[in-house]
């Protein structure tokens, strides 16, 4: 029979392994959902009194551009502060991915009923590749690490790039919203439906922390003025079927010319 001294140290030894167990699932459950990883970008904002005012306001603000996307990254993963709604966030992100965009703009083109709609459709789809192009260029020459991903998915996997600025979700929906507004849109109802909704593509990629809050700024900037390009470099469907016959009489004149050689020869 054991005595009260030794029932009261296993008690106490029980309670501090429950304990010490359950403090390592938290610090492990926080791990795995912290925004940043430990070979993510964190950046050293420290400053001194001798370096020119142009880097101190540049750090000075990468440090809030950093601590704002942070506070906004309320989606990160299932244990963060707004984590039930993840899923529903992922599917607003997943609306302003350029496969399904490029997919139905093609889709639409060829099944199209009118030369109007089909003229539309066509330059819509040019417009996503001109898009897709650009975004590419500045990323590879700014080169600005993503914050790290909270877990493991699997359409990160395919999906999630490794520069982040500027943001291809905030781009994109923002030529394709001036687009719509422009071409397509005619009711105010609408035209706030279309707004509304390129908001909350940009605002999902800070929310599930996959960018800076300055990517999805310059996003948004740099679509909004890519539709410009777009407005000027418009094709019409006329001149797409003329540039498309003159390149085929050219090729069937340099056939038959060297048809004509060939004949001289013999």
Same mark, same amino acid.
């Given at each position: 029979?054991?005595?009260?001294?030794?029932?009261?140290?296993?008690?106490?030894?029980?309670?501090?392994?429950?304990?010490?167990?359950?403090?390592?699932?938290?610090?492990?459950?926080?791990?795995?959902?912290?925004?940043?990883?430990?070979?993510?970008?964190?950046?050293?904002?420290?400053?001194?009194?001798?370096?020119?005012?142009?880097?101190?306001?540049?750090?000075?603000?990468?440090?809030?551009?950093?601590?704002? @996307?942070? %506070? =906004?990254? *309320?989606?990160?993963?299932?244990?963060?502060?707004?984590? #039930?709604?993840?899923? +529903?966030? &992922?599917?607003?992100?997943?609306?302003?991915?350029?496969?399904?965009?490029?997919?139905?703009?093609?889709?639409?083109?060829?099944?199209?009923?009118?030369?109007?709609?089909?003229?539309?459709?066509?330059?819509?789809?040019?417009?996503?590749?001109?898009?897709?192009?650009?975004?590419?260029?500045?990323?590879?020459?700014?080169?600005?690490?993503?914050?790290?991903?909270?877990?493991?998915?699997?359409?990160?996997?395919?999906?999630?790039?490794?520069?982040?600025?500027?943001?291809?979700?905030?781009?994109?929906?923002?030529?394709?919203?001036?687009?719509?507004?422009?071409?397509?849109?005619?009711?105010? @109802?609408? %035209? =706030?439906? *279309?707004?509304?909704?390129?908001?909350?593509?940009?605002? #999902?990629?800070?929310? +599930?922390? &996959?960018?800076?809050?300055?990517?999805?700024?310059?996003?948004?900037?740099?679509?909004?003025?890519?539709?410009?390009?777009?407005?000027?470099?418009?094709?019409?469907?006329?001149?797409?079927?003329?540039?498309?016959?003159?390149?085929?009489?050219?090729?069937?004149?340099?056939?038959?010319?060297?048809?004509?050689?060939?004949?001289?020869?013999?």
């Amino acid at each position: 029979m054991s005595s009260p001294g030794s029932r009261r140290n296993s008690y106490r030894g029980a309670a501090c392994g429950s304990r010490a167990t359950f403090e390592y699932q938290v610090r492990r459950r926080s791990s795995s959902c912290s925004y940043f990883a430990s070979g993510a970008q964190t950046g050293n904002f420290s400053v001194r009194l001798s370096q020119p005012i142009f880097t101190v306001t540049l750090r000075f603000l990468l440090a809030i551009d950093l601590w704002l @996307s942070k %506070r =906004l990254g *309320v989606c990160a993963c299932e244990g963060s502060a707004w984590g #039930s709604i993840r899923p +529903l966030v &992922r599917l607003v992100e997943f609306s302003g991915h350029v496969i399904p965009w490029l997919i139905g703009t093609v889709y639409t083109l060829l099944r199209g009923r009118s030369v109007e709609e089909q003229e539309i459709m066509l330059n819509l789809a040019l417009a996503l590749i001109l898009d897709l192009l650009f975004v590419r260029l500045v990323k590879t020459l700014v080169r600005r690490r993503m914050p790290a991903q909270n877990r493991s998915e699997i359409l990160s996997t395919f999906f999630v790039e490794r520069y982040s600025f500027p943001s291809g979700h905030a781009s994109r929906a923002a030529m394709c919203a001036r687009f719509f507004l422009a071409q397509l849109v005619d009711t105010d @109802s609408m %035209r =706030l439906l *279309v707004v509304g909704w390129a908001a909350l593509v940009s605002l #999902s990629r800070l929310l +599930l922390a &996959r960018h800076y809050v300055t990517d999805v700024g310059f996003g948004l900037a740099m679509g909004y003025c890519q539709y410009s390009l777009v407005e000027r470099l418009w094709v019409t469907w006329n001149w797409l079927q003329d540039a498309l016959l003159i390149g085929l009489g050219e090729r069937l004149n340099r056939a038959y010319d060297g048809l004509w050689m060939i004949d001289g020869k013999h």
